[in-house]
């Protein structure tokens, strides 16, 4: 048994206590709660979880329900999260997947720490098209026909390190968005994505601000 998935059963049968679950498979587990469909999961280590990594889950057990990256640094790219939602696959970390066999929509849950924001930027009225490049990365084209590239900070206050993280992992971008709801970049943030060429700001700033565009 692998240590993500030692500690998943752990997690689910002790802590969160209404959740049910076993191992069938390598990385597999079965899980069950009252009056809800079981769900058949893969508990991942992968620090990115890729289309061919998806895929190759997929083929060796066609019953998956939900897969989930179990590291808190996993990052999904976007070619593996549209594979997913077209097979009806659920996915997301380990939130993700205790909130969905309890709520019985696992096959259709997306990461719980990204889904607002993803309804959010394709509700805007400004916005033409969306391409998710990574869980947290978009290419927004505007209906000016600006194309603009957007990266997601999850942090409650994004600081210069944050900034930079972000940049040097995935690129440059033209804005970088504090998603979390109570969330304040730092001065030090602000002060990097100018010098980096991106503003860093806030979700009541953001609608504004590509208005602005």
Not at 134 to 147: A, M, P, T
Not at 175 to 197: C, K
Request: glycine share 8%.
């Amino acid at each position: 048994m692998k240590w993500q998935v030692r500690y998943a059963l752990k997690n689910l049968n002790e802590e969160i206590g209404r959740i049910k679950a076993e191992c069938i498979g390598d990385e597999i587990i079965r899980l069950s709660t009252a009056n809800q469909p079981e769900v058949v999961a893969v508990i991942s280590e992968a620090m990115t979880i890729t289309k061919d990594l998806a895929q190759g889950y997929i083929v060796e057990n066609q019953e998956i329900d939900f897969i989930c990256g179990y590291r808190t640094q996993c990052v999904w790219e976007g070619d593996a999260i549209r594979l997913l939602q077209s097979k009806g696959i659920g996915w997301g970390n380990f939130g993700t997947l205790s909130a969905a066999v309890l709520g019985g929509n696992a096959n259709i849950a997306e990461h719980k720490v990204f889904a607002f924001a993803n309804r959010l930027i394709h509700q805007y009225g400004i916005v033409e098209n969306v391409i998710r490049e990574y869980d947290r990365i978009y290419q927004v084209r505007l209906k000016s026909g600006r194309d603009i590239r957007i990266g997601m900070v999850v942090d409650y206050e994004p600081t210069a390190d944050s900034v930079r993280s972000l940049w040097e992992r995935f690129g440059p971008m033209d804005i970088m968005w504090n998603i979390n709801p109570n969330g304040r970049p730092t001065e030090s943030a602000t002060s990097v994505g100018r010098e980096l060429g991106c503003v860093v700001i806030t979700t009541e700033s953001l609608k504004s601000y590509l208005h602005s565009l």
